[in-house]
């Protein structure tokens, strides 16, 4: 009796035994885990270092008017040629001032003239330095751009718009004689002329517009750290 319960508790041991070795992973198999793991251990640390290695590295200080000046492409025309060659008024910009007002027509004719190439034009504004504008000058380099020199930038736009809307009232007069159209032609008139914005408010709103339109983040330049 006794031998029979040994034999059936062997019996036992050994399937139990059995069980186990198949749920054993192949040493082969474990072999080829612990490599894969340390090669990407090794993957990770490295690209870990690369990283802290970047991120100490000093930044070379620079000031950003030598910056834009020493670059190897830079505009074909100064600002001043630029915008007097560029900026041709049509009478689809004409009906923009009559649609909304003289501020925002100026800032929508400036993003439909300008587009989306804004790299090699020759005014740069950034969002480290907000409202500020810099230009290429017919000496050759860059300058920021003071406040007169913006005014008369705008004052060509203006200028160009007056031109286009007398075209306009030529073209209009019948719109005189009724009186449904006679405040329509009255109040076109004034939005070009602009008769009840100040000058500098003017100016002001336009150059926001502007710079919020062609403004640049230098934080993607990582290789320099800018002075202005």
């Not at 630029?82 to 929508?108: G, N, P, S």
């Not at 090699?120 to 920021?144: D, G, H, L, M």
């Amino acid at each position: 009796m006794m031998r029979q319960q040994v034999v059936r508790k062997s019996k036992h041991v050994v399937e139990a035994d059995a069980e186990e070795e198949e749920d054993v992973m192949p040493i082969s198999v474990v072999n080829m885990i612990v490599k894969e793991l340390v090669v990407k251990m090794a993957k990770m640390e490295e690209e870990i270092a690369m990283l802290k290695k970047w991120a100490n590295k000093e930044k070379t200080r620079v000031n950003l008017v030598d910056w834009l000046t020493e670059r190897e492409q830079q505009p074909e025309l100064d600002f001043v040629a630029w915008y007097k060659r560029t900026f041709v008024i049509t009478r689809e910009h004409l009906e923009l001032v009559f649609k909304y007002d003289i501020m925002q027509a100026i800032a929508y004719i400036v993003e439909n003239l300008v587009g989306t190439d804004t790299d090699k034009i020759p005014i740069k504004c950034f969002e480290q330095k907000t409202n500020v504008f810099y230009v290429f000058s017919v000496e050759r380099k860059w300058v920021a751009l003071s406040s007169q020199d913006f005014a008369k930038f705008v004052d060509h736009i203006h200028n160009k718009l007056i031109i286009e809307n007398i075209k306009w009232q030529k073209e209009n007069k019948h719109m005189l004689d009724s009186d449904s159209q006679y405040k329509e032609y009255l109040e076109n008139n004034l939005k070009v002329l602009a008769t009840k914005y100040d000058a500098d408010y003017m100016q002001n709103q336009i150059r926001n517009k502007m710079f919020n339109y062609l403004k640049y983040n230098l934080n993607s330049v990582h290789e320099y750290e800018f002075v202005f």
